[in-house]
């Protein structure tokens, strides 16, 4: 069975320094995996995927993720933070050897402190 | 030019209604989704549907129902509203099911 754990629930970061959002994966296949970011009273927004390509991803607004199979990790780094970046951060595995489904993390709140 | 849409936005009910939530998305996807994301922010999926065929159910109480009249919508109906079915709801839409999932803005639903 596929699962994801985020390891941290909340994250501080002061602006201008980088940011570290963790996830870790079980699968029994070769997984898709995701990070959506959520803005307060919006809906998910795609930041970057991996699909069994490179293993370092690049996404959007300076986000990017790097897949190391052999720690089942797909953490999710930005160099330097900015006060637009405090949002929840949704890390996501797909199993394709089944239906597809996402399964998602418990989401990362990310926090920007001036 | 929103590529998933939802309406409503936020609904406001009282226990026991029946209410709907409407999704549309003109990505000319064939897959589309619906997700519960409780109070703590989890999100599970409910249903999917691949051209108007059923191929996600979760374990879902019965009293929700979804109804995709095209491949561009899939409803959300529910019977006998309970004060747990308070959530937000996200529709997504990919275009296999095995693409990268798209969603829409949510419905804040809270039943009183």
């Known amino acids: 069975a596929q699962s994801v754990t985020q390891l941290d629930s909340h994250v501080s970061v002061s602006e201008g320094t980088p940011v570290l959002l963790r996830c870790n994966y079980s699968?029994?296949?070769?997984?898709?995996l995701f990070w959506y970011v959520q803005h307060p009273n919006k809906g998910l927004q795609l930041l970057l995927k991996y699909t069994s390509a490179a293993t370092l991803v690049k996404g959007i607004n300076g986000f990017e993720a790097e897949f190391k199979k052999s720690e089942t990790s797909f953490h999710l780094t930005k160099p330097s933070a900015h006060m637009s970046d405090a949002a929840e951060y949704f890390c996501v595995v797909s199993d394709p050897s089944g239906t597809y489904k996402y399964i998602f993390g418990t989401g990362t709140r990310l926090k920007v402190l001036a | 030019d929103t590529a998933v849409s939802q309406t409503p936005k936020y609904l406001v009910t009282q226990m026991g209604n029946d209410k709907s939530i409407k999704c549309e998305q003109n990505?000319?996807?064939?897959?589309m989704y619906w997700y519960k994301q409780d109070s703590k922010k989890f999100l599970k999926i409910m249903f999917s549907?691949?051209?108007?065929?059923?191929?996600i159910n979760e374990t879902v109480p019965n009293r929700f129902s979804p109804k995709s009249p095209d491949k561009a919508h899939l409803n959300l109906h529910i019977n006998s509203l309970e004060l747990g079915d308070s959530a937000v709801y996200f529709c997504a839409s990919s275009h296999g099911v095995s693409d990268t999932q798209y969603f829409g803005p949510g419905t804040r639903l809270t039943v009183l």
């Open positions: 699968s029994s296949y070769s997984p898709s």
């Open positions: 990505l000319g996807h064939d897959t």
């Open positions: 549907y691949n051209n108007k065929e059923l191929i």
